[in-house]
C-alpha cells in the first residue's frame, strides 16, 4: 500500500524557520505530483504548494509566493517545504498528498489519491 508521511512540525518562535518532509513509499509511479495543504483550527483546507515529481517543477498559492519554498531529493524520494520567518497565522496541521500522475489541479485536494497524517506547525505569539 502507498504511505504518505510527513515529518518537520513544531513549535517555533515568531521569525523562525522549518523544513517540512514529505516522504511517499510503497509503488513507484512514472510520474506524480506532491502537494501540501494546510488546515487551521476553524478554517477550511487550503492549498498550499505542489511539485510535479519527474520534472520537479514547483507551483504555488498565491499568498505563499516569495514565503514558502518547494523542493525535492531524488535520492531519498522525498519534498520538502522550506518555511522561513514564520508568523503565528501560520499555525496549522499540514498535510502532504500524493497524486499518481502529474495534474494541472494541484490546487485542488481531491484530486489526491494519498494522503499523510499531519505533521503540526505553531507559531508562538
Known amino acids: 500500500q502507498v504511505q504518505v508521511v510527513e515529518s518537520g512540525g513544531g513549535l517555533v518562535q515568531a521569525g523562525g524557520s522549518l523544513r517540512l518532509s514529505c516522504a511517499a513509499s510503497?509503488?513507484?509511479?512514472?510520474?506524480?505530483?506532491l502537494g501540501w495543504f494546510r488546515q487551521a483550527p476553524g478554517k477550511e483546507r487550503e492549498f498550499v504548494a505542489a511539485i510535479w515529481c519527474s520534472v520537479g517543477a514547483t507551483y504555488y498559492a498565491d499568498s505563499m509566493k516569495g514565503r514558502f519554498t518547494m523542493s525535492r531529493d531524488n535520492a531519498k524520494n522525498t519534498v520538502y517545504l522550506q518555511m522561513n520567518n514564520l508568523q503565528p497565522e501560520v499555525t496549522a496541521l499540514y498535510y502532504c498528498a500524493l497524486r499518481g500522475r502529474a495534474t494541472t489541479q494541484y490546487r485542488v485536494g481531491a484530486e489526491y489519491d494519498y494522503w499523510g497524517q499531519g505533521t503540526q506547525v505553531t507559531v508562538a505569539s
Open positions: 510503497g509503488r513507484t509511479f512514472s510520474s506524480c505530483t
